[in-house]
């Protein structure tokens, strides 16, 4: 049975808006009768004859008859006839009253207002301003395409008068044609279109105009390629309707234009002073600004279509699951973030090379962006940071986007909470559940004024500049990197002295990295942690970053070639050794993996190593809770090393794997369930019953569907744990991989796996 939502459309205009409309009302059967009024007779036979209306005509009274439905889709200008058309057909018993009316016009208040002069000041209760932001060059009935609004955004006004039954029917109709609905007041509707869509129009038309014009045109348009094409492809639009627009939305569009001028001289001010890095700065954050506001507007990661998801098929290596090879693993996800804040904060240019071109790097080094440092790359891992210095950094005009990556949000706090300027940070779904209460307790010890949401102190975090920091004494109750670098940074701009003691050792590249851009740090090491002792008002100096191999990614690999069958061999090569980082090697050993180092040497402030593994048989043991800060990233694989070993391997004081970017404790063990390991989980660790028999030729996981819960990690792990699957292991999810390694299928298929990726929007 068809359901028709409207009994008998009438559409007033058959352009291209109005007969795509109809067009799609038509093909999802969305009412049962279709007529339009349109002042080109031609129009109307074909639209006749192709079956899309069943009767038409250029004057409203002789089809509007019964309408529940009235849409104008006429240039806007025409508007207030089309409405004087209405009023006389209600007057005149033709519709009643209540009949929903809606428009499809660039501009909302010039249209309202039509209504009211002609409605006098009573609005009908069925009218409500629609503006579906899809269109094409094309214009006329002919160009019409059903399809036009898929995906599109379409911006419905609610007005006092408006009844809430008309605008849920308006809202359903765009729904029902594929739209995305969303609502806006009339007056930010009108500003924000003079900038998004008018200007542009405006600027395209004179372009072309001008160019016309001048003297060597022919030669101007014979040879004008791809950019002038691609920047001049709205003039071809339909000048009456634009025309009508920019009249309709003067006042908007002339605070645009007086913006947009004033834009265009300083820009042109900067290239008379050849000011490159104030050039550079701007080509850089409008290309980035180019490809990104979708993702952040969506909050979703940087990959290149914020709906994409991704998974993965592997399928186990039937014949032999012996893998080779030598794998350079992109660079350290901690010392790419550190490089962009320090190379920004400091006097002079930075140069960094092995940047890691991952989401999470990618998101602090779009944030400096946002806070007006230039930055030109990344290029194949080279990246320019031209430093403003320690009191250089500006407003961003818009919260800050931190995607997946809580290293970003929780070190940025601290540089934030020091500001002269207000600061509001977001995040994607993972990194909003996080806690942010432990960086943000300490800095308001600080001085600082940072608000965290919800109960459970989470992202989006808001900022309050201007605040006097002092320096404290913190003892810190968790051995996290990420808090103890937070109030480091926060440190350079406190009065006095902070001293910070971290109850474990934990990673110390900020450590490192503040004394490589000349910035004094004490470090005094105690019993178990160390007691790091900055004093604030200094500053920091340019240097050149080399960031090594990040060995959390090569931990995937190290894991892959222990558990792969005999004979298995993979050497990674120039991998970060920081022995605050190294906790994965040490425990692999323990459990009796073959690693052996060599070309140990250092770049820059750190130490490398090539590593290189060989399968063996792997033992089950108790893990030493000192190691646990040391390999912290390192745990979802080792539970796939633990499940391939003889006997039992129990991990305790891990609680902290818990707040990573899932629960890594129950989400590991979800996983390992579902490929038949048996795992009990504890408060903080697990237990996870080895089914090694020492023979690495045998299965040992079962195939299964896995959920990566937005984790990287956990993605990574499962897809290495298909070298001992007896069937197919699917991870949905994987699209989160790209935060830290986005290469990881194409190096894991090199070295002999079996990865299908698979993506969907
Ligand atoms: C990081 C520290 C660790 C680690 C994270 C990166 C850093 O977090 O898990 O991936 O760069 O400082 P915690 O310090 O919170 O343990």
């Known amino acids: 049975m068809n359901t028709h939502t409207f009994n008998k459309v009438c559409i007033v205009g058959l352009g291209l808006i109005g007969a795509s409309l109809a067009q799609a009302i038509k093909d999802n059967q969305l009412a049962k009768t279709l007529v339009a009024v349109d002042k080109h007779n031609q129009s109307l036979i074909d639209a006749q004859q192709d079956g899309l209306i069943q009767q038409g005509s250029d004057t409203l009274a002789n089809v509007i008859k019964d309408s529940d439905l009235i849409v104008i889709a006429t240039p806007v200008k025409i508007a207030h006839k089309v409405f004087i058309d209405i009023k006389n057909a209600i007057d005149d018993g033709?519709?009643?009253?209540?009949?929903?009316?809606?428009?499809?016009?660039?501009?909302?208040?010039?249209?309202?207002?039509?209504?009211?002069?002609?409605?006098?000041?009573?609005?009908?209760i069925g009218f409500v301003p629609a503006h579906p932001i899809a269109g094409a060059e094309n214009s006329g009935y002919h160009a019409?395409?059903?399809?036009?609004?898929?995906?599109?955004?379409?911006?419905?006004?609610?007005?006092?008068?408006?009844?809430?039954?008309?605008?849920?029917?308006?809202?359903?109709?765009?729904?029902?044609?594929?739209?995305?609905?969303?609502?806006?007041?009339?007056?930010?509707?009108?500003?924000?279109?003079?900038?998004?869509?008018?200007?542009?129009?405006?600027?395209?038309?004179?372009?072309?105009?001008?160019?016309?014009?001048?003297?060597?045109?022919?030669?101007?348009?014979?040879?004008?390629?791809?950019?002038?094409?691609?920047?001049?492809r709205i003039?071809?639009?339909?000048?009456?309707?634009?025309?009508?627009?920019?009249?309709?939305?003067?006042?908007?569009?002339?605070?645009?234009?007086?913006?947009?001028?004033?834009?265009?001289?300083?820009?042109?001010?900067?290239?008379?002073?050849?000011?490159?890095?104030?050039?550079?700065?701007?080509?850089?954050?409008?290309?980035?600004?180019?490809?990104?506001?979708?993702?952040?507007?969506?909050?979703?990661?940087?990959?290149?279509?914020p709906k994409m998801t991704q998974n993965y098929q592997i399928e186990p290596l039937v014949k032999s699951n012996k893998i080779n090879g030598t794998v350079k693993v992109p660079g350290d996800k901690s010392i790419s973030h550190r490089s962009i804040m320090f190379g920004s904060l400091a006097t002079g240019t930075t140069k960094v090379s092995g940047f890691l071109e991952g989401?999470?790097?990618?998101?602090?080094?779009?944030?400096?962006?946002?806070?007006?440092?230039?930055?030109?790359?990344?290029?194949?891992?080279?990246?320019?940071?031209?430093?403003?210095?320690?009191?250089?950094?500006?407003?961003?005009?818009?919260?800050?986007?931190?995607?997946?990556?809580?290293?970003?949000?929780?070190?940025?706090?601290?540089?934030?909470?020091?500001?002269?300027?207000?600061?509001?940070?977001?995040?994607?779904?993972?990194?909003?559940?996080?806690?942010?209460?432990?960086?943000?307790?300490?800095?308001?010890?600080?001085?600082?004024?940072?608000?965290?949401t919800g109960e459970k102190g989470t992202a989006p975090i808001s900022i309050t500049g201007n605040q006097a920091l002092k320096g404290i004494d913190y003892d810190m109750p968790v051995a996290s990197a990420q808090v103890k670098s937070c109030l480091l940074l926060a440190s350079l701009w406190a009065k006095g002295t902070t001293t910070i003691i971290e109850p474990e050792i934990c990673r110390d590249h900020t450590e490192r990295m503040l004394t490589a851009f000349g910035y004094p740090v004490q470090v005094e090491k105690l019993k178990d942690g160390n007691k790091i002792t900055v004093t604030g008002g200094g500053e920091m100096t340019a240097c050149d970053i080399q960031v090594p191999s990040d060995i959390s990614s090569a931990a995937f690999f190290m894991v892959?070639?222990?558990?792969?069958?005999?004979?298995?061999?993979?050497?990674?090569?120039?991998?970060?050794?920081?022995?605050?980082?190294?906790?994965?090697?040490?425990?692999?050993?323990?459990?009796?993996?073959?690693?052996?180092?060599?070309?140990?040497?250092?770049?820059?402030?750190?130490?490398v190593a090539d590593i290189t593994i060989k399968s063996s048989?792997?033992?089950?043991?108790?893990?030493?809770?000192?190691?646990?800060?040391?390999?912290?990233?390192?745990?979802?694989?080792?539970?796939?090393?633990?499940?391939?070993?003889?006997?039992?391997?129990?991990?305790?004081?891990?609680?902290?794997?818990?707040?990573?970017?899932?629960?890594?404790?129950?989400?590991?063990?979800?996983?390992?369930?579902?490929?038949?390991?048996?795992c009990t989980v504890?408060?903080?660790?697990?237990?996870?019953?080895?089914?090694?028999?020492?023979?690495?030729?045998?299965?040992?996981?079962?195939?299964?569907?896995?959920?990566?819960?937005?984790?990287?990690?956990?993605?990574?792990?499962?897809?290495?744990a298909s070298l001992r699957a007896s069937d197919q292991i699917t991870i949905e999810g994987t699209e989160t991989v790209n935060t830290s390694f986005p290469n990881f299928a194409e190096l894991a298929n090199k070295i002999g796996m079996n990865i299908v990726e698979n993506s969907q929007k």
């Open 144 to 232: 019409r395409n059903p399809k036009l609004f898929v995906n599109h955004n379409v911006i419905l006004c609610k007005l006092d008068s408006t009844h809430e039954t008309a605008y849920q029917q308006v809202y359903k109709l765009w729904q029902d044609v594929g739209a995305s609905v969303m609502e806006m007041d009339v007056e930010h509707h009108d500003k924000v279109l003079a900038f998004t869509s008018h200007l542009p129009h405006l600027l395209a038309f004179n372009l072309v105009e001008k160019l016309a014009k001048h003297d060597d045109n022919m030669d101007i348009f014979r040879y004008a390629a791809g950019g002038f094409r691609d920047f001049t």
């Open 235 to 305: 003039a071809a639009s339909d000048p009456t309707m634009w025309h009508d627009i920019f009249l309709a939305n003067k006042s908007a569009i002339i605070e645009a234009l007086d913006q947009y001028s004033q834009n265009l001289q300083s820009l042109k001010q900067t290239i008379i002073n050849q000011n490159s890095t104030e050039l550079m700065g701007m080509l850089g954050r409008a290309q980035a600004a180019r490809k990104h506001f979708g993702h952040m507007l969506n909050s979703t990661p940087y990959t290149e279509d």
């Open 94 to 124: 033709l519709i009643d009253s209540t009949c929903v009316i809606t428009d499809v016009g660039s501009t909302k208040a010039s249209v309202i207002n039509e209504a009211k002069q002609v409605f006098n000041n009573h609005l009908p």
């Open 359 to 452: 989401e999470d790097a990618m998101a602090t080094l779009q944030a400096f962006r946002d806070m007006g440092v230039t930055i030109e790359g990344p290029n194949n891992g080279e990246v320019t940071i031209h430093g403003l210095g320690i009191n250089g950094l500006k407003a961003s005009q818009t919260p800050l986007y931190m995607g997946n990556s809580g290293t970003s949000m929780r070190l940025l706090s601290g540089i934030l909470s020091a500001q002269q300027f207000d600061s509001v940070m977001t995040g994607d779904v993972s990194l909003s559940k996080r806690p942010m209460e432990r960086v943000a307790k300490p800095l308001r010890e600080m001085g600082a004024k940072i608000q965290t």
């Open 617 to 678: 048989s792997l033992q089950g043991i108790n893990i030493p809770e000192h190691l646990v800060p040391l390999a912290i990233d390192e745990f979802p694989v080792l539970f796939v090393a633990a499940s391939c070993a003889v006997g039992q391997t129990v991990l305790t004081g891990a609680k902290e794997l818990r707040v990573k970017e899932s629960d890594r404790i129950a989400v590991m063990a979800d996983g390992l369930t579902t490929l038949d390991i048996d």
């Open 560 to 607: 892959a070639a222990a558990i792969a069958g005999e004979g298995s061999e993979l050497t990674l090569s120039q991998v970060g050794m920081n022995p605050t980082r190294t906790g994965v090697i040490d425990i692999l050993k323990l459990m009796g993996a073959n690693i052996s180092l060599s070309n140990e040497t250092k770049i820059g402030d750190e130490p």
């Open 682 to 720: 504890t408060d903080d660790g697990i237990i996870i019953e080895g089914k090694g028999t020492g023979n690495n030729a045998q299965p040992i996981f079962t195939g299964g569907y896995i959920l990566s819960h937005h984790d990287h990690r956990i993605a990574m792990s499962f897809t290495i």
